[in-house]
């Protein structure tokens, strides 16, 4: 059974004006959303499965997305966590900046659902009009609208 994004979407799970200075703080922060949603029960887990990935891989796609993830057997259901820094958080050591996270959980038996749901995710950030809407949408329903109304969804 296919996983579709409207279901991953929740407006509790959305920090549309991140604190975080730097990419581990960025990545607790948005954590920590999924913990008081209910979605995490080890979080210093978790934390440390996507900390752990993104040493040996950088999640930075391009155009100031990144996609950290853990696939783990830590969460039975797919768990997505957005965060958007308007000032940007520094993710590589190139340089690259993040605007928009999307922090991934991934149940170790639905990696082939990671791979539509990360595809997906990445053609709509990837379209520099809606990545615009997305880094400018004013309200948490306004950044949802705009990922659902993304074509080909």
């Known amino acids: 059974m296919a996983i579709a994004l409207a279901d991953l979407l929740d407006k509790k799970q959305i920090a549309l004006n991140l604190h975080a200075p730097t990419q581990p703080q960025a990545i607790d922060e948005i954590v920590q959303l999924l913990v008081a949603n ?5 979080p210093a887990k978790f934390l440390e499965q996507v900390r752990e990935r993104e040493k040996t891989n950088s999640t930075f796609a391009a155009d100031g997305v990144a996609f950290p993830h853990a696939r783990t057997d830590l ?14 958080i520094p993710w590589t050591g190139k340089g690259e900046v993040a605007h928009l996270i999307f922090l991934i959980g991934v149940p170790q038996q639905l990696v082939n659902d990671y791979l539509i749901v990360i595809g997906t995710i990445a053609r709509v950030t990837k379209d520099r009009a809606l990545r615009t ?13 705009t990922m659902l ?4 969804l």
């Open 133 to 145: 809407l997305l880094l400018h949408a004013e309200t948490v329903d306004e950044f949802i609208e």
């Open 75 to 88: 969460v039975d259901q797919f768990i997505l966590g957005i965060g958007r820094s308007t000032a940007g």
């Open 149 to 152: 109304a993304a074509p080909s």
């Open 38 to 42: 209910g979605k995490i029960d080890n």
